[in-house]
Nanobody, 120 residues
Framework: QVQLVESGGGLVQPGGSLRLSCAAS????????MAWYRQAPGKERELVAT???????NYADSVKGRFTCSRDNAQNTLYLQMNSLKPEDTAVYYC??????????????WGQGTQVTVSS
């Protein structure tokens, strides 16, 4: 029904930058909330940033001032600009959306994840 395709992960040195993208497609009436999560080895998945359909964003304290979450509603795409990256940002990053389907049914789905590694 709904597919998410993530891109943009990779290996970067501390202090560097990366930009993640997440494109949603499928039979949706609308895309409501969109979010980025991450999961480091041996740790639980944590919320990194959210963006509502009206553009309101929220961030985890650990990334405030360094990460910027934005979305293109026309393209149903979510972005995460990550600056001043630290080794502790190393994780698999997942995109998640809540979409409204036909019949006003709310549906949450996840991307496949993209690896971000911050290391010298």
């Amino acid at each position: 029904q709904v597919q998410l395709v993530e891109s943009g992960g990779g290996l970067v040195q501390p202090g560097g930058s990366l930009r993640l993208s997440c494109a949603a497609s499928g039979r949706m009436l609308s895309v409501d909330d969109m979010a980025w999560y991450r999961q480091a080895p041996g740790k639980e998945r944590e919320l990194v940033a959210t963006a509502t359909s009206s553009g309101i964003t929220n961030y985890a304290d650990s990334v405030k001032g360094r990460f910027t979450c934005s979305r293109d509603n026309a393209q149903n795409t979510l972005y995460l600009q990550m600056n001043s990256l630290k080794p502790e940002d190393t994780a698999v990053y997942y995109c998640s959306i809540i979409a409204t389907l036909r019949g006003n049914y709310k549906y949450q789905t996840w991307g496949q994840g993209t690896q971000v590694t911050v290391s010298s």
